[in-house]
């Protein structure tokens, strides 16, 4: 037997579907799919679970049981789905939201931007266009030749 660790594929998430309503988790966010109104929704898995127990309420108010039935039935599906956002991890949690903070990129690079040193700034030009008229200090972010200007003292 292999010592290496399994690698496991993802898998598609599972969908739910309540009448014109669908639900599945990703990421463990839980995105929400209404095609009556054509309204989508990424909420959280405490907000999903609120909705829930709103619609299990709901349900106890029913008269007829048909009905009653297809409520529990939803009411199940929704904590289903967000036992597997659950699952999936938290990404609310405050660590998560520090540890994808220091993962994101401090800078971008730009195909034929202009390096330049630290106290200099870059004004973007276009070609063609007349810049008789404009001051020094006001400068775009355009497509165009990048010049570098040196800060005055």
Known sequence: ????????????????????????AE??????????TGE???IG????????????AAAKRRQYSDERMELLRL???MVACAKEAKRQGDPFAPGVTREMMSRR?????VPGAVSRAPGERVELVIPGRDYSQVK????G???GQAHVLTPRC
């Open 1 to 24: 037997m292999s010592m290496l660790p399994r690698v496991y594929a993802p898998t598609r998430p599972r969908y739910y579907k309540f009448r014109q309503m669908e639900f599945f």
């Open 27 to 36: 990421r463990g966010i839980i995105r929400k799919l209404d095609k009556h």
């Open 40 to 42: 989508y929704r990424a």
């Open 45 to 56: 898995r405490r907000q999903f679970l609120e909705q829930a127990s709103t619609w299990s």
């Open 75 to 77: 009411v199940e599906a």
């Open 105 to 109: 990129p401090q800078s971008i690079l």
């Open 136 to 139: 020094p200090e006001s400068h």
């Open 141 to 143: 972010y355009a497509a």
